[in-house]
């Protein structure tokens, strides 16, 4: 039975370019196109995928929100999330939301294939180099401080470092100043910071932010 597969990114060029890897690599399949979370979210009501590929960067919408919203309509769901972002920033966090797998829009074509048939037939899939990262912090114990933040909090923590206002950042993120002023606070507490430049700076150093 040909595969159904749905793929979210807001770049039309990503989503036919893994068309084209998985036509040739793993045969004809029946292809979805997602270039918005609503899009996509409304297509997850509408069909049962067989394999969600989701960019995590998507305009508007928190990409691990959108995670999560789709693991809450159809828990079973395998969603493999391909990112321009390294895996030191999202892996974990995106795994943890309900991912099956986490993989890096600079992979190979044979690393792609590779995810896209663990994840399909109900594996997990996750690079040799993260899962050796997974396995010395289960044994070490040790967490990054931006680690130690909330799914939300490093959302803000990105949108400080990127120059934004707390004004502009509630509006981005619709809700009120005083709201994100508390999760202002409560990252600087948890890092041990006291300014943005800090912050800043902490994320440049760390690739949180381009």
Same mark, same amino acid.
């Given at each position: 039975?040909?595969?159904?597969?749905?793929?979210?990114?807001?770049?039309?060029?990503?989503?036919?370019?893994?068309?084209?890897?998985?036509?040739?690599?793993?045969?004809?399949?029946?292809?979805?196109?997602?270039?918005?979370?609503?899009?996509?979210?409304?297509?997850?009501?509408?069909?049962?995928?067989?394999?969600?590929?989701?960019?995590?960067?998507?305009?508007?919408?928190?990409?691990?929100?959108?995670?999560?919203?789709?693991?809450?309509?159809?828990?079973? #769901?395998? %969603?493999?999330?391909? +990112?321009? &972002?390294?895996?030191?920033?999202? $892996?974990?966090?995106?795994? !943890?939301?309900? =991912?099956?797998?986490?993989?890096?829009?600079?992979?190979?074509?044979?690393?792609?294939?590779?995810?896209?048939?663990?994840?399909?037939?109900?594996?997990?899939?996750?690079?040799?180099?993260?899962?050796?990262?997974?396995?010395?912090?289960?044994?070490?114990?040790?967490?990054?401080?931006?680690?130690?933040?909330?799914?939300?909090?490093?959302?803000?923590?990105?949108?400080?470092?990127?120059?934004?206002?707390?004004?502009?950042?509630?509006?981005?993120?619709? #809700?009120? %100043?005083?709201?994100? +002023?508390? &999760?202002?606070?409560?990252?600087? $507490?948890?890092?041990?910071? !006291?300014?943005? =430049?800090?912050?800043?700076?902490?994320?440049?150093?760390?690739?949180?932010?381009?």
């Amino acid at each position: 039975m040909m595969k159904r597969i749905l793929l979210v990114d807001d770049h039309e060029v990503v989503r036919d370019g893994v068309k084209r890897i998985v036509d040739k690599q793993l045969g004809p399949a029946n292809f979805g196109d997602a270039g918005s979370a609503a899009e996509a979210l409304a297509l997850v009501r509408e069909k049962d995928w067989d394999l969600v590929v989701l960019d995590i960067s998507l305009a508007g919408r928190d990409g691990l929100e959108v995670l999560k919203e789709m693991k809450n309509i159809r828990p079973h #769901l395998p %969603v493999l999330v391909l +990112s321009m &972002h390294s895996e030191d920033l999202f $892996a974990r966090r995106a795994l !943890k939301a309900g =991912a099956a797998g986490y993989i890096t829009k600079n992979s190979s074509r044979a690393e792609l294939t590779k995810a896209v048939t663990s994840v399909i037939r109900g594996g997990v899939y996750v690079s040799n180099g993260l899962a050796e990262k997974l396995v010395v912090n289960l044994r070490d114990g040790d967490r990054l401080p931006h680690e130690t933040l909330s799914d939300r909090e490093l959302e803000v923590l990105r949108l400080l470092a990127s120059g934004n206002t707390v004004s502009e950042i509630a509006d981005k993120l619709v #809700l009120s %100043v005083g709201t994100i +002023s508390t &999760h202002r606070a409560r990252i600087l $507490a948890k890092m041990r910071m !006291k300014t943005n =430049a800090e912050l800043t700076y902490y994320a440049i150093q760390n690739r949180l932010v381009e």
